[in-house]
Every structure is written in C-alpha cells, then in structure tokens.
C-alpha cells in the first residue's frame, strides 16, 4: 500500500476516545445520520477473539442504569429500544421517603400521564447492544481492547495524532478488572477528537485539561438483590443519616441497589455477610419490601461531584463522565450526557449536511452554549438533593418532611421534578 494511501485509511473525521456508553452512543447517533468516519477507541475488551460481542447472562454482579423517558427517546430514534427494552424494566412509580420520618413523596406514571416513568436495565445489556450496533456502520472502526496513549496536535495539516496501544483480548478477571499486555501501537489522526474516557480521562491528562472535584466523602455500594415481596414496578429512594439508598425494579423480580455509605465505613459494610448486609438493607428501606432473599457481589464506587473546567478546545470537546461525573442517587449522570451527546450529534450532523467544519470552534461553542442550562440544572438538581437530605442541621429533617408531604399535595410541583427526573426539562435536539 503506497503512504498516501495508509494515510488516508489511518485518518478519522472523528476519533471517540471511550467506547463507554456515552462514547458509544455518540458514535451510534453520528453513524446514524452521516457518512463521518469514526474510530472508536475502547480500553476494555469488548469484543471475543472472533470479533464478535462478549456474550450477556443476566446476573446478580452488574451495574444498572435508571433510564430517564428523554434517554429512551434517544434510543428510540436510533432504533434501539425494542432490543434494549428486551431487559429493561419499566419503573411505574417512585416512593421518596426519609427512615424515620413521616414525610413521603409518591410519582405514579398514571399522573403522569406515561406509559412508564423510565426504565432500569443492566449497564452490561446497554453495552452489548451498543456495541452490536457500533460493528454493523461500516463508518466505524471500533479498536478495543485498545487505549489511547498519547496524542499530539499536528498544525500542518490541523487533525491530531494519536498513539494507540493495542492488546490481546483477555476475558475479564474476577474483580471485574481486565488483565491486558500492549501487543502493539498503531497510529491514527482524526479532524476532531472526543475525549469519552471516563472520569480519569487520560484525554484531559494529556491535554492538561483541569477538573474540579468535590469529594462528598461517601461511596456507593452497587449489588442486584432479590426482595421477599415483589417490587411491582416501584423505585424507591430512601433518605437515611447514614446516607441515600435507592432500589431499582429489575427484571427477573430483582433490584438494583445503590447504597450510599460513609467512606470510614465502606469497608466494615463491605465485609459483612449476605445476611448481616440484606439486614442492613432492609431496615434503611424500613422493612417495605418484607426482607431480601439473595444478594450478588458487591462493586463501589468512591462519590465526587467532577466537572471538567474546559468542554471544549479547539477541534475537541469533553462528553461523559470526563465532563462530569455526579452523586448516583438521582440516577442523573447517563441520562445528562445522552442529552448532551444527542445535542452534539445533531451540531455535527448539520455542518457536515452543509459541507461545512464539523469541528469548528463556533460549532463546540455553540454545542456548549445549547447545553449549559439543562447541565446546570441537572447538576444542582442531583448535588442539592444530596446536600439537602444529608444535612443534620437542627430543623432541616422536619422542613424536609413537609417539603415531601407538600410535594405529595403539589401537582405542579411535583411535576417540575418529575420532569427533571424523566430528563424532558430539555428539549432534545429531534424534537425540535
Ligand atoms: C453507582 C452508580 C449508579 C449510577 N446509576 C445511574 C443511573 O441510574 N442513571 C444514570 O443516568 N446514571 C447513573 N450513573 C452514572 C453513569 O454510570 C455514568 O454517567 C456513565 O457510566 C458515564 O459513562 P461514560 O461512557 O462517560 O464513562 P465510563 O462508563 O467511565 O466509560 C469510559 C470508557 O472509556 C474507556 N477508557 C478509559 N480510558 C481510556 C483510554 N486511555 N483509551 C481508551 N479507552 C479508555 C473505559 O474503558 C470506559 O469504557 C451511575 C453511576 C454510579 C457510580
């Protein structure tokens, strides 16, 4: 193959750093409605030996993700849902309530006027349907399990170049962690770069892009958990002293549970036994689902408020968890950045219609400017919940338990809320 030629070939309109669900959405959704060249660039081995996608068995040690009706319509127009739905369960009411409190808040999807307030289904479902998707546009090159490693900004020719460390695909380990050797380095440039890598976004670290952090000196402890009665469709969040809990209706009568603990007692709760920890379970949610029969391995998470200070740079933007990660409770974090990364698509869709740069600083500035309100207004959403129900402040639990009961007898009220937490506050760039 002559230079020219591997050059070309080597050369993205778009390279997606992170095939996470936020960088894989965002691929899918460009894929979709244009003829860009994408690469996307996975850490984690996604793929078998054969380049076919890792199997999925529903089980008791996975993640799940609370997806809001505006993060449905995404999947919807991509037409993914009907397989995504396949495992999800639909949430038809929330039951906010604080231990030991008689305040309480009830949402029904019947006043809502919905079929379902959202869905909960297995981030693990989300990421194989996913990346069925990615291999089926021949417009995307998927690279995983590959990292990037380093990156340079090449003026000549305006694109970046980026260093990829490819490795052998290995099944992952025990703890969930993949064990990975460099096999070898390819080297690719793409006009504009998405950094989707996550948190600790190597991305910023080499762009020297800075991040604030709150920590909120919490984490949260993540296992699937069967209740003695059944969940009938109800998400419960719970407001305890010790910290917020929320169990999620999944399917097979499982839930999803998220508690959230003090960092100084991670590690105690951790060790308990199954019993000891569903009895733990079972009195924060004040015995409403009549105990827990089986509980799966349990994953942490440490919990920060992170947002990157910079969105986006000259021919690059930060999306996902690398933009901003928040606390879980509110189950917010997917469904802003499914909203944000929508919003990019449709940026990017429009200038390459018109054959114009889809990496443009006014085009990023623009996204950022679309996207500043709803980010705002989710980020203190989730952040001011937290701070508000983790307050021990003389006289805050009783203002809280009226605010609660008020909310109950509110309907526009409780609307406005139900409208953040269902993600339609902001419109979404389709509906327009
Ligand atoms: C306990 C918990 C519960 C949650 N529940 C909800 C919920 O119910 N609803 C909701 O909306 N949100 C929820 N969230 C938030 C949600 O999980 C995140 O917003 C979402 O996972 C962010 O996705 P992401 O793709 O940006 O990041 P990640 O999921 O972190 O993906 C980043 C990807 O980049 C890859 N990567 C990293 N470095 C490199 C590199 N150098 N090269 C190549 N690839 C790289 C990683 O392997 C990874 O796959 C929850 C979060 C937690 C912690």
């Not at 991509?78 to 305040?103: C, N, T």
């Not at 209740?227 to 910290?243: K, N, S, V």
């Amino acid at each position: 193959m002559n230079k020219s030629k591997a050059q070309a070939e080597s050369h993205f309109d778009i390279l997606i750093v992170g095939g996470g669900m936020v960088g894989a959405t965002l691929a899918c959704l460009i894929a979709e409605n244009t003829a860009l060249k994408i690469a996307v660039v996975e850490a984690a081995p996604l793929l078998t030996e054969t380049q076919t996608v890792r199997p999925f068995s529903p089980s008791y040690d996975s993640r799940s993700t609370a997806l809001a009706r505006g993060t449905i319509q995404i999947f919807e127009q991509l037409g993914l849902w009907d397989q995504i739905s396949q495992r999800a369960e639909p949430i038809h009411k929330i039951h906010v309530s604080e231990l030991g409190q008689f305040g309480f808040t009830r949402i029904d999807r019947e006043q809502e006027g919905v079929s379902e307030l959202g869905c909960v289904v297995e981030n693990a479902w989300l990421g194989q349907v996913l990346c069925r998707r990615l291999l089926k546009y021949p417009s995307i090159q998927l690279f995983s399990p590959a990292s990037l490693q380093s990156l340079q900004w090449n003026g000549d020719q305006a694109h970046w170049n980026a260093e990829l460390g490819i490795a052998a695909a290995q099944p992952k380990s025990v703890d969930g962690q993949s064990i990975q050797s460099i096999k070898s380095k390819k080297s690719i440039s793409a006009t504009l770069l998405v950094a989707a890598d996550g948190v600790n976004s190597t991305c910023c670290r080499l762009l020297n892009i800075e991040h604030q952090v709150e920590s909120y000196q919490q984490a949260a402890i993540v296992a699937n958990i069967t209740p003695l009665r059944g969940h009938e469709q109800i998400a419960y969040e719970r407001f305890t002293p010790d910290g917020p809990m929320a169990l999620l209706p999944l399917t097979g009568n499982r839930m999803a549970l998220v508690l959230t603990v003090k960092e100084t007692e991670l590690d105690q709760i951790l060790q308990l036994s199954d019993e000891a920890f569903l009895k733990l379970v079972d009195d924060r949610i004040g015995g409403r689902l009549k105990g827990f029969s089986q509980v799966g391995q349990r994953a942490h998470y440490p919990l920060r408020l992170v947002r990157v200070c910079e969105q986006v740079r000259p021919q690059c933007v930060v999306v996902g968890n690398a933009a901003h990660s928040l606390h879980p409770i509110a189950g917010q974090g997917f469904n802003l950045s499914a909203r944000d990364v929508a919003m990019l698509a449709y940026k990017i869709q429009q200038a390459s219609d018109k054959n114009e740069s889809i990496a443009s600083v006014s085009l990023l500035n623009d996204y950022v400017e679309s996207r500043q309100l709803d980010q705002h207004a989710t980020i203190q959403f989730s952040d001011k919940l937290m701070k508000v129900f983790g307050s021990t402040l003389p006289g805050l639990p009783l203002a809280r338990n009226l605010a609660m009961l008020g909310m109950d007898l509110w309907p526009q009220g409780k609307q406005l809320l139900t409208r953040q937490a269902m993600g339609l506050s902001a419109g979404l760039p389709f509906r327009e």
